[in-house]
C-alpha cells in the first residue's frame, strides 16, 4: 500500500493544483480572454511536447541502470545529447510555428511571436527536466514545479493584476507563462543537482556502450505513439478554434479541464499499477495481470463514474464554483467528455498491458488509428454541431481508442483487462 500512497501524492496534488490555478485564472480573465489564450498555448504546448517526445523515454529507460553502477559521466552524456536534440527541435518547430501564425493571419504581433517562440523552447526544456527528475524516482522534483509551483504563481500574479486594475490580455498571460515556467523549470533543476546530482557536473562526459547508445529506434518509435496521443488531446481545441469565437472556445476549454477530472483516476492508476503489471509480465502470471486489471476497473470506474454522477446532479453548482457563472453553459460539453471517460476506465489498464507484454507495434497502431478517427470524427462533427459536436468527436475517439485496446489485449495476448472480469471466473494458475 505504501507505493499507492507514496506514488498518488505528488501526482494528486499535481492535478489538483493544476486544475484549480487554470480555473481561477479563467475565472479572473473571462470566457474570451481565456479562450483566446488557450487557443495559443494549445498550439505552443504541442510544439514543445512533439520536440520532446521520444527523448524523455531514452532517460527512463538508461539513467536508472547507470545510476546503479555509478556512470555518471555517462549520464551526463546522454542528457546534454538529449537536451540539445529536444532543443534544436523545439526552435524548428518554433519557427514552423510562427510561420504558420503569421501566414493564417491568425497572429501578427511581433511582441506575441516573441513570447510564443520563447515559451515553445521554455516548456520543452520543462517536460525533458520532469522527466530528467521521474528517472531519478524524484517524483515530488518532477511533478511539483509546474504543477503545483508554477500554477500557485501564475494565479496568484494574475489575481494581483486584476485587483491593480489592470487589462490581463492572452498576450499577458503568455508573457506571464513564459517568465513563471523558466523561473521555476531554472530554480527545479539546481535544487535537483544539489540533492540528488551533485557530482553531475564535475563528471567528464563519455559516450555510452555501444548496446546502448543507439537510442534512435527508441525515439522514434516513441515520439511516433506520443504525436498520435498528443494529437488525440490537442486537436478538439485546435479544430474548434479555427471555427468559433473566442467565448465560445472559452466555454469548451474550461468543459474539457472539467472532462480531464473523470480521466484522473485513470492518470494515477495507469503510472501506479505499471510496476506490478511489468512485473506479472516478466513472471508469466496472468493470474496476476487479472486480479491487477480487475482492480484497476474496479478503482478506475468507481471513481469515473461518482466524478460523472456528482456533475450530473451538481454540475452547475461546481462550475460556478471553480470557473465561475460565465462558464455554466460548458456543462453540456463536460458530461459528454466525461462519458467517453468512463468507458475509458471501464476498458481498465488495456494500453499499460499491451506495451508491457510486447505488443508495441500494436499499440503504436491502435494510437495513430485512434488519432486519425478523433480528426475524422472533429471534422465531421465540428463543422455541423460546434462545440458540442467537438465534444461528441472527442468521447468517441477515447472511447473507441479504449475498447479496441481492449479487444487487442485479449485477442493478441489472452488477457481480459475490462469489467467483464467481474461476469467471469477468475483465472486460475498452472
Known sequence: MRWLM?????????????????????????????????????WISVVALLAKSGHEWTLL?????????????????????????VMLRAVIGAVILIGLA??????????????????????????????????????????????IAKSLVLAGTVAVFVALGVDVKAGTLLALNLSITFVTAVVATLIFLRLFAPALLLARPEPLP????????????????????????????????????????????????LGLLAAGPIMVLDRLVAPVLAEAVDAGDPVKLESTAKRFVL????????????????????????FGVNYVEGLIFALIIMTGNLVAALAGPAGVVMILGGAHRESAMITAMSALASLALLALFTPM?????????????????????AIVVERRLHIKTTFVL???APRLNG
Request: hydrophobic share 55%; aromatic share 10%; net charge positive.
Open 385 to 405: 454541431y460546434g462545440a458540442i459536436g467537438a465534444a461528441i468527436a472527442t468521447a468517441l475517439a477515447i472511447s473507441l481508442k479504449a475498447i479496441i485496446s
Open 102 to 147: 503569421v501566414f493564417s493571419g491568425r497572429l501578427s504581433d511581433p511582441l506575441s511571436l516573441v513570447l510564443g517562440f520563447a515559451l515553445v523552447l521554455v516548456l520543452a526544456f520543462a517536460e525533458l527536466r520532469r522527466s530528467w527528475a521521474l528517472a531519478h524516482r524524484a517524483v515530488w522534483l518532477s511533478d511539483a514545479p509546474e504543477s
Open 422 to 424: 467481474f461476469l467471469s
Open 299 to 322: 478503482l478506475a470506474g468507481a471513481g469515473s463514474a461518482s466524478i460523472l454522477g456528482a456533475f450530473f446532479m451538481l454540475g452547475e453548482s461546481i462550475i460556478e464554483f471553480s
Open 210 to 257: 555501444r548496446d546502448l547508445s543507439d537510442t534512435r529506434g527508441v525515439v522514434q518509435s516513441m515520439g511516433f505513439a506520443a504525436l498520435a496521443n498528443i494529437s488525440m488531446r490537442n486537436l478538439d481545441l485546435i479544430m474548434l478554434g479555427l471555427l468559433v469565437d473566442a467565448a465560445t472556445l472559452g466555454l469548451y476549454a474550461a468543459a474539457s479541464r
Open 61 to 85: 529507460k538508461i539513467i536508472p541502470g547507470r545510476l546503479k553502477i555509478g556512470a555518471l559521466g555517462q549520464i551526463r552524456y546522454l542528457l546534454r545529447r538529449a537536451f540539445l536534440a
Open 6 to 42: 507514496s506514488g498518488s501524492v505528488p501526482i494528486l496534488l499535481g492535478m489538483i493544483f493544476s486544475f484549480l490555478g487554470t480555473a481561477f485564472v479563467a475565472r479572473m480573465v473571462g470566457p474570451s480572454v481565456f479562450g483566446e489564450y488557450i487557443f495559443f498555448l494549445t
